[in-house]
Nanobody, 121 residues
Framework: QVQLVESGGGLVQPGGSLRLSCTAS????????MRWYRQAPGNKRELVAA???????NYADSVKGRFTISRDNAKNTVYLQMNSLKPGDTAVYYC???????????????WGQGTQVTVSS
């Protein structure tokens, strides 16, 4: 019942920047951790960044210092600011959210459809 909609992907040159957004809608009481994953053809899906409901963040070593994850709880939205992009960042980026649909302690993972990020000259 929860839908995650992503935007902001595209084609950029090395050294450029992109800002990804992901908004959750539907039956949502609250959202625990939100994450960004990415997957290139032939590779496993890897965790890029995570942010808890309280704002604590974690990053993959490959993006640390270049990417920043943030969230707006009032808008049920998570962002990924990507700076100093490299060709190795090329992948489909997926939004993930740990959803609490009601005031009980039950929760489940929801996924976005993915958005393509291509870094190339």
């Amino acid at each position: 019942q929860v839908q995650l909609v992503e935007s902001g992907g595209g084609l950029v040159q090395p050294g450029g920047s992109l800002r990804l957004s992901c908004t959750a809608s539907g039956s949502i009481f609250s959202i625990n951790t939100m994450r960004w994953y990415r997957q290139a053809p032939g590779n496993k899906r890897e965790l890029v960044a995570a942010i808890t409901s309280g704002g604590s963040t974690n990053y993959a070593d490959s993006v640390k210092g270049r990417f920043t994850i943030s969230r707006d709880n009032a808008k049920n939205t998570v962002y990924l600011q990507m700076n100093s992009l490299k060709p190795g960042d090329t992948a489909v980026y997926y939004c993930n959210a740990d959803i609490r649909p009601d005031s009980s302690w039950d929760h489940y993972d929801a996924w976005g459809q993915g958005t393509q990020v291509t870094v190339s000259s």
